[in-house]
Every structure is written in structure tokens, then in C-alpha cells.
């Protein structure tokens, strides 16, 4: 079985990822890379290993993850889809069964709250996973003065801890928000679509999802 170890090691694919946030860059969009990659892939399988799936489900989340954003070396316009075909194509010629590689194609393919949706476990894990990626950290730009409301939003988080509880059958994303920098208003103005996005993500799971911000429970 092709592992995300396998991944890893893969030329073409790291190359892919170098490309895609040298765009994101130019066009000033959040990071991309490997901080939020990484950040997404494990997140991603430890989602399904606590809910109790397959390890060979859990690997492949953790694989959709890590692939997820390499279409944006393309254009961020439908970079899900045009991630979801690079994906499969690498993951075919590493050998990797039609079935599995059929699976990260669609998972990635689902990601972006524009066009997608939770079709199956993996793409759901993923959707949880890169939805509640957000923190100061993402932020490339450094001149506060130019910052665009995803800039600001991103900035403005101080924390974020996200959680899943088997027991409880809930995930939670729980975030600390400099009111100085944004209000919570506007959080919800950037972030609504992908909010409800990892809402019926996590009603695939058959789970809950919980936003809590600033110590305030607001789904």
C-alpha cells in the first residue's frame, strides 16, 4: 500500500507544492505550503482514527490532505478540481490502486467550499481539517497596512484548538480572537460558507460540529 510516507519522498509532488504557494504568493493569498498541509493531513486521519475507521481510511485521509492544495499551482480558480486530477495522476503512476486513488481524487475534488461537498468519509475528514486551519500563522503578507479581510480575519486569531470526541460524537473548533484587530462579525462575513461547509462535513461523520469563539458557543 502506498503510504504518506511514499507521498512524501515523491519529486513531482514537492515540486507541485514549491509551485503552488510561489503563486499564492503573487497573489497574495494565505499560506498554502507545508505548515498548512502538514497541519491538514494529520488532522485529517486523526479525525478518522478517533472515530474508529480503518487504518487504510485513515491513511488515505491523511494522503487527501496532504495533496489537497496542489492545483493552486495551476489557478487558485478550481484548484480543487484541477488538484483532484494532478493528484490521481501522481498517485496512479506510483502504482497506487484505482480504487484508492479514486478515493483522494474525490476527496480533493470536494474540498473547496465553492463547488464541493462531504460525498464520503475521507472527504469529510479533509473538509474538517482544512476549514478549521486558521490562525495568524497563515498570514504571508507582513504590512498590517495592506492586509485584505482574509489577512485580517486569519491575523486576528491567537488560537485555535480543534478537538474531536468520539464519545461525545463532536468535533470542536475553538478559537481566541483579538477583537482589536476584527470583530467576530467578521470572522463569520470570510469564514460563513465555510463554516456550514464543515457543519454537514461532520453530519456525514454523523457527528456534531461546534464553533466556539471566545469562549462563546456560536454553533
Known amino acids: 500500500m502506498i503510504t504518506l510516507e511514499d507521498v512524501k519522498k515523491n519529486e513531482e509532488l514537492s515540486e507541485l507544492i514549491l509551485g503552488s504557494q510561489k503563486q499564492l504568493n503573487a497573489l497574495g493569498y494565505t499560506e498554502h505550503s507545508t505548515r498548512h498541509i502538514t497541519i491538514v493531513s494529520n488532522r485529517a486521519g486523526k479525525i478518522l482514527q478517533v ?4 487504518e487504510e481510511r485513515i491513511e488515505l485521509a491523511k494522503i487527501a490532505g496532504y495533496m489537497h492544495d496542489i492545483g493552486n499551482c495551476i489557478n487558485r480558480v478550481d ?5 483532484a486530477i494532478l493528484a490521481y495522476q501522481i498517485l496512479k503512476e506510483m502504482g497506487m490502486d484505482v480504487q484508492k486513488r479514486t ?15 462531504a460525498v464520503s468519509d475521507i472527504s469529510a475528514a479533509l473538509i474538517l481539517a482544512d476549514k478549521s486551519d486558521v490562525h495568524r500563522d497563515r498570514v504571508v503578507n507582513q ?32 478559537l481566541t480572537i483579538d477583537t482589536k484587530i476584527c470583530p467576530v462579525l467578521d470572522y463569520f462575513e470570510i469564514f460563513m460558507e465555510r463554516t456550514m461547509m464543515s457543519k454537514y462535513a461532520a453530519k456525514y461523520l454523523h457527528i456534531w ?5 471566545n469562549g462563546t458557543k456560536l454553533l
Open 51 to 54: 472515530l474508529g475507521y480503518p
Open 79 to 83: 484548484h480543487a478540481h484541477t488538484g
Open 103 to 117: 478515493e483522494i481524487m474525490m476527496a480533493i475534488g470536494n474540498h473547496d467550499e465553492q463547488t464541493g461537498t
Open 143 to 174: 504590512n498590517m497596512s495592506t492586509f485584505d479581510k482574509h489577512d485580517k480575519v486569519n491575523y486576528a486569531v491567537t488560537g485555535a484548538d480543534f478537538s474531536i470526541d468520539a464519545e461525545k460524537r463532536m468535533a470542536t473548533l475553538n
Open 209 to 213: 460540529f461546534e464553533l466556539i469563539i
